[in-house]
Each structure stands twice: as C-alpha cells, then as structure tokens.
C-alpha cells in the first residue's frame, strides 16, 4: 500500500505564493514519478509539473515560469512551488506517484488553492 498526504492549500490573493507538500510512505520502493496535477469545477483533471526518478522536470505550459516543483534528498516528498498565482489557478490539486516496474499510479487526497481577493 502506499499512501500520500498532502498539505499546503489555501486561500490566496492573486499574485501571492503558496507551497504544497505531498509526502509518500509505505510500499514505495521504485518512484519513478512524482507530480501534480489540478482540476478546476467543471474541468478535466491535468497536469501541473511532474518531476522523474532521474531528476528531470516537465511543467505544464500555462504555470511554466510561475511554478517549481522539487523534491527532498530522500525522494519521498515532492513539493510544488507557487508563485504569481492567478485566479485560474484555483482548483483541487492532487498529488501523483508513479510506482514500481508497471508504472502504477497513486492519487493523493487532493488539496483546494483558491486564488481570489
């Protein structure tokens, strides 16, 4: 089993900053991934940025500039810097772990940033 939980949502005005943490446990022998990814009401879920076992990033277009995604020196956390945030920004973001030789995947609980003054 594994288990991710998250932390770091919130309110914020636009232009602030906000970090969120997603910290993996239990049977996670291989990450091969680890990412984010956000669904905004009456949208398909996408992704945000997803960071690979060999260190590489990937950022979805509209956050690139804006957003950092990192992770800890054991590579069992995963954050998501967040800066310049905008109005639609403003969505459930859930964290996401690729595991083990068939690349399975596991959703964290999902965590509300809401962007508005």
């Known amino acids: 089993q594994v288990q991710l939980v998250e932390s770091g949502g919130g309110l914020v005005q636009p232009g602030g900053s906000l970090r969120l943490s997603c910290a993996a446990s239990?049977?996670?022998?291989?990450?091969?991934?680890m990412g984010w990814y956000r669904q905004a009401l009456g949208k398909q879920r996408e992704l945000v940025a997803n960071?690979?076992?060999?260190?590489?990033?990937n950022y979805a277009s509209s956050v690139k500039d804006r957003f950092t995604i990192s992770r800890d020196n054991a590579k069992t956390t995963v954050y998501l810097q967040m800066n310049s945030l905008k109005p639609e920004d403003t969505a459930v973001y859930y964290c996401?772990?690729?595991?083990?030789?068939?690349?399975?995947?596991?959703w964290g609980q999902g965590t509300q940033v809401t962007v508005s003054s």
């Open positions: 996401s772990v690729r595991i083990g030789p068939t690349n399975r995947n596991y």
């Open positions: 960071i690979t076992a060999g260190g590489t990033t």
């Open positions: 239990g049977s996670i022998f291989s990450i091969n991934v």
